[in-house]
C-alpha cells in the first residue's frame, strides 16, 4: 500500500508542538529521534535538551501529511530553523498507517 512519509527537522523546543500538531491531523503515530547537522544556520549538536535538533517522521495518507506540512509550514518556517520533506513509500502492514 502506498503512503507518504514526511520528515521534519526543525528545533528540539518543538516536540510538543510537533508531536500535538501530527496527533490533531488524525496520523496514527510518528518517530522522533535527535538528529545533528550543518545547515545555514550553522552546525546544530544534539548535545543538549531544547538545543538540538530532532527529526520527526510519520508515515500516513498523503492528504494528512500534506495538511501536516501546511501547517507547520505557515506557523514555524519564519521563526525556527525547519526542513520538511515527502517522499512516497511503500508499506506492508498497511493497516498500521
Known amino acids: ?3 507518504k512519509l514526511l520528515t521534519v527537522i526543525t528545533e528540539q523546543a ?3 508542538q510537533l508531536v500535538q500538531c501530527v496527533m490533531d ?3 496514527r503515530g510518528y518517530t522522533l529521534t535527535e538528529a545533528r547537522g ?8 544534539a548535545d543538549f535538551e ?4 530532532i527529526r520527526l517522521e510519520v508515515i500516513c495518507e498523503e492528504d ?3 495538511q501536516i506540512a501546511e501547517t507547520l509550514h505557515k ?10 520533506y515527502l517522499q512516497d513509500v511503500e508499506v ?3 493497516e498500521k498507517f
Open 1 to 3: 500500500m502506498k503512503r
Open 14 to 16: 518543538l516536540e510538543r
Open 25 to 27: 491531523h488524525g496520523a
Open 38 to 45: 550543518q545547515g545555514r544556520r550553522g552546525v546544530r549538536s
Open 50 to 53: 531544547q538545543v538540538g535538533n
Open 64 to 66: 494528512v501529511a500534506r
Open 75 to 84: 506557523k514555524y518556517f519564519d521563526d525556527f530553523a525547519m526542513v520538511l
Open 92 to 94: 506492508l502492514r498497511s
